[in-house]
């Protein structure tokens, strides 16, 4: 079968864009890396949005591989899988030895007991198209619990009043690659690609109208306790929405916040595949 045909040409169109949009997600991460290169230190830095993200990717791959016409899912969560990996073994490497063996377990858990139980449980007791709509229905079950994580962030650039740690960028991107694989969704008839990423659209267009209200505010809240996210998965990797994790503070004056000398909020939020189907 053509890869572009008359039935297929919007699949193909907005599978590109979202190959394109997932990637640049996927990129986040760089400068935070670059950070614990140049520290040799991981800090506060969490490894969890860096697993789910990886976990994403495979699950992904492995329910576009039961489908003849889902090879776009296929190399964006494949690449997703490569530079997942890669951060997660730069974590181990500068990691401190509790957050290291932490790593190691949960990866041993998640990304490989895990998933080898989702592999094995799909290909003896399912069959046939049941085996994909359970696996369908994993993924989206595993995708929808992702896009909670924008709450968090949401929730303190409200409580603070400032978008200092949400970049625009990424808010953009994040939204754009939910759009493109909920049309990809809709084109290819596959619910379980679609239905995650409206969900993250919603949060993405949240986002953004967040950003237009409080940009522009130069009063700094601390508010205590709250919790920085870091990454972002990109789903579809599914649109890839965000992981919350813990930043490790730089002053003791507040409670899991970044702070500066004089005593603002650090940006903190970096990326998250997760996916677009990183799905």
Same mark, same amino acid.
């Given at each position: 079968m053509?890869l572009?045909?008359?039935?297929?040409t919007?699949v193909?169109?907005?599978?590109i864009l979202g190959?394109?949009?997932?990637?640049? $997600?996927?990129?986040?991460?760089i400068?935070?890396f670059?950070?614990i290169?140049?520290?040799? /230190?991981?800090?506060?830095?969490?490894?969890l949005p860096?697993?789910?993200?990886l976990? *994403?990717?495979?699950?992904?791959i492995y329910?576009?591989s039961?489908k003849?016409?889902?090879?776009?899912l296929?190399?964006?969560n /494949?690449f997703?899988?490569?530079v997942?990996t890669? !951060?997660i073994?730069?974590?181990i490497?500068?990691?401190?030895?509790k957050?290291?063996?932490?790593t190691?377990?949960?990866?041993?858990?998640?990304n490989?007991?895990?998933y080898c139980?989702?592999?094995l449980?799909?290909?003896f $007791?399912?069959k046939? /198209?049941?085996r994909?709509q359970?696996?369908?229905w994993?993924c989206?079950?595993?995708?929808?619990?992702?896009f909670?994580?924008p709450?968090?962030i949401?929730? #303190?650039?409200?409580?603070?009043?400032?978008v200092e740690?949400m970049p625009?960028h990424? @808010?953009?991107? #994040?939204t754009?690659s939910?759009i493109t694989?909920?049309?990809?969704?809709?084109?290819?008839k596959?619910l379980y $690609?679609?239905?995650?990423?409206?969900?993250?659209f919603?949060?993405?267009?949240l986002?953004l109208?967040l950003?237009g209200? !409080?940009?522009?505010? @130069?009063?700094m809240?601390v508010v205590?306790g709250a919790?920085?996210?870091?990454?972002?998965?990109d789903?579809?990797k599914?649109s890839?929405i965000?992981?919350?994790?813990?930043a490790?503070?730089? *002053?003791?004056?507040?409670?899991?916040?970044?702070?500066?000398? /004089?005593?603002?909020?650090?940006?903190?939020?970096?990326s998250?595949?997760?996916?677009?189907?990183? $799905?």
């Amino acid at each position: 079968m053509a890869l572009i045909s008359t039935e297929n040409t919007w699949v193909f169109i907005f599978g590109i864009l979202g190959n394109i949009s997932s990637f640049v $997600v996927f990129m986040a991460p760089i400068p935070t890396f670059y950070r614990i290169w140049k520290k040799k /230190s991981t800090e506060g830095f969490q490894s969890l949005p860096y697993l789910a993200g990886l976990f *994403s990717a495979m699950l992904w791959i492995y329910y576009a591989s039961l489908k003849s016409d889902a090879f776009l899912l296929i190399t964006i969560n /494949s690449f997703g899988c490569l530079v997942e990996t890669i !951060y997660i073994a730069f974590y181990i490497m500068y990691a401190p030895k509790k957050a290291r063996i932490f790593t190691l377990r949960l990866l041993l858990l998640l990304n490989f007991v895990g998933y080898c139980m989702i592999l094995l449980l799909s290909h003896f $007791v399912a069959k046939g /198209s049941t085996r994909v709509q359970v696996l369908g229905w994993i993924c989206v079950a595993f995708s929808l619990s992702i896009f909670v994580a924008p709450l968090s962030i949401m929730r #303190l650039v409200i409580r603070a009043k400032s978008v200092e740690f949400m970049p625009f960028h990424l @808010s953009l991107f #994040l939204t754009i690659s939910a759009i493109t694989w909920l049309f990809y969704g809709i084109f290819l008839k596959d619910l379980y $690609v679609a239905i995650p990423n409206i969900l993250g659209f919603i949060f993405g267009l949240l986002q953004l109208v967040l950003y237009g209200v !409080y940009r522009n505010k @130069s009063k700094m809240v601390v508010v205590e306790g709250a919790q920085l996210p870091q990454h972002s998965i990109d789903m579809t990797k599914l649109s890839t929405i965000t992981l919350a994790s813990e930043a490790k503070p730089n *002053s003791t004056d507040c409670k899991g916040q970044n702070m500066d000398q /004089s005593g603002k909020i650090k940006e903190s939020f970096d990326s998250n595949p997760i996916i677009a189907c990183e $799905v």
